[in-house]
């Protein structure tokens, strides 16, 4: 017995309009070009400005572009006015600073900073990221930080979210840094208790942040920044006019004029402190 013609296109038309609904569900929960899927071993060059380098422990040194797949063990070294962005799987960023050089292994569990300065912005629904500064180690998971290590010093700065700031080998060495907070230390030393940094002069000033599109982050750190504007109208907090200089320790009192003037790439914007805590401290440098 024959099927009315009506049926046959009735059913033609569900088969076909079933088929429509699943491809469009798959183009909507489709992972981003080049993030997601890439495996937890392996990184992504986003973005390259000027001289980087992608240094393998047995493939010989290459210039690094964009799209390039990064693996374990390869360092990225970025030249003089040099910048670098990479991403990893769960969208992890990570944007290098000039004269930094880095690695990784198990992906961002493990991120090495050998040298330098970067941000790292490890989203809430991403594995999270651990940072290693030399004797000294960062884990952050929903957070975006900025970190400047050098042999004898490290800074570690929280923009939103909260990281975990420890020395693995010392039990009980550890603390915890809320956004707009900064850890400042010899990485042979015990962690010192985190002071305050102003977050929007901070982001004015980095070319990690400029020179670069919008983190996923930014309206989270954004609203960090907006928070610290209302203690500072409640003087709960007190800006301050001192800055550090480059890599180092040394806290420096300038002018309101110099501090605006000064070069981006070596000063520090001005910091905050809590009303009852007058000790002078510093942010780390703009890169």
Same mark, same amino acid.
């Given at each position: 017995m024959k099927r009315p013609l009506a049926m046959c296109l009735n059913g033609r038309h569900l088969l076909l309009f079933l088929a429509l609904i699943t491809t469009t569900l798959a183009l909507v929960n489709a992972p981003p070009s080049g993030?997601?899927? @890439?495996?937890?071993?392996?990184? /992504?060059?986003?973005?390259?400005?000027?001289?980087?380098? @992608?240094?393998?422990?047995?493939?010989?040194? /290459?210039?690094?572009s964009v799209n390039d797949i990064v693996d374990q063990e390869t360092v990225v070294r970025t030249g003089k006015d040099s910048r670098a962005e990479l991403t990893f799987s769960g969208q992890?960023?990570? /944007?290098?600073?000039?004269? !930094?050089?880095?690695?990784?292994?198990?992906?961002?569990r493990g991120l090495n900073l050998k040298v330098g300065a970067a941000l790292v912005q490890a989203p809430k629904d991403a594995n999270g990221a651990t940072i290693h500064m030399g004797d000294v180690s960062g884990a952050v998971t929903g957070t975006t930080v900025m970190i400047d290590y050098h042999p004898s010093v490290y800074k570690f700065l929280v923009l939103?979210?909260?990281?975990?700031?420890?020395?693995?080998?010392? #039990?009980?060495?550890?603390?915890?840094?809320?956004?707009g907070q900064m850890v400042i230390g010899n990485p042979d030393s015990a962690i010192s208790d985190p002071v305050d940094v102003d977050i929007g002069r901070f982001i004015a000033t980095s070319r990690l942040i400029t020179d670069f599109p919008p983190l996923p982050s930014e309206k989270s750190i954004l609203a960090e920044s907006q928070r610290q504007k209302r203690e500072k109208s409640k003087k709960t907090l007190i800006d301050t006019n001192l800055v550090i200089f480059g890599g180092g320790t040394q806290v420096s009192l300038v002018?309101?004029?110099?501090?605006?003037? !000064?070069?981006?790439?070596?000063?520090?914007?001005?910091?905050?402190?809590?009303?009852?805590? #007058?000790?002078?401290?510093?942010?780390?440098?703009?890169?």
């Amino acid at each position: 017995m024959k099927r009315p013609l009506a049926m046959c296109l009735n059913g033609r038309h569900l088969l076909l309009f079933l088929a429509l609904i699943t491809t469009t569900l798959a183009l909507v929960n489709a992972p981003p070009s080049g993030l997601s899927a @890439l495996p937890p071993g392996e990184a /992504r060059v986003a973005r390259v400005t000027n001289y980087v380098q @992608l240094l393998h422990p047995v493939r010989a040194p /290459r210039r690094a572009s964009v799209n390039d797949i990064v693996d374990q063990e390869t360092v990225v070294r970025t030249g003089k006015d040099s910048r670098a962005e990479l991403t990893f799987s769960g969208q992890t960023i990570v /944007r290098s600073a000039a004269h !930094t050089a880095f690695d990784f292994s198990h992906g961002t569990r493990g991120l090495n900073l050998k040298v330098g300065a970067a941000l790292v912005q490890a989203p809430k629904d991403a594995n999270g990221a651990t940072i290693h500064m030399g004797d000294v180690s960062g884990a952050v998971t929903g957070t975006t930080v900025m970190i400047d290590y050098h042999p004898s010093v490290y800074k570690f700065l929280v923009l939103e979210g909260t990281g975990r700031l420890y020395r693995p080998r010392h #039990l009980g060495d550890s603390i915890l840094v809320n956004a707009g907070q900064m850890v400042i230390g010899n990485p042979d030393s015990a962690i010192s208790d985190p002071v305050d940094v102003d977050i929007g002069r901070f982001i004015a000033t980095s070319r990690l942040i400029t020179d670069f599109p919008p983190l996923p982050s930014e309206k989270s750190i954004l609203a960090e920044s907006q928070r610290q504007k209302r203690e500072k109208s409640k003087k709960t907090l007190i800006d301050t006019n001192l800055v550090i200089f480059g890599g180092g320790t040394q806290v420096s009192l300038v002018d309101q004029g110099q501090t605006d003037t !000064t070069n981006r790439t070596t000063a520090a914007p001005v910091t905050p402190h809590r009303a009852s805590n #007058l000790s002078p401290q510093a942010a780390p440098g703009p890169q």
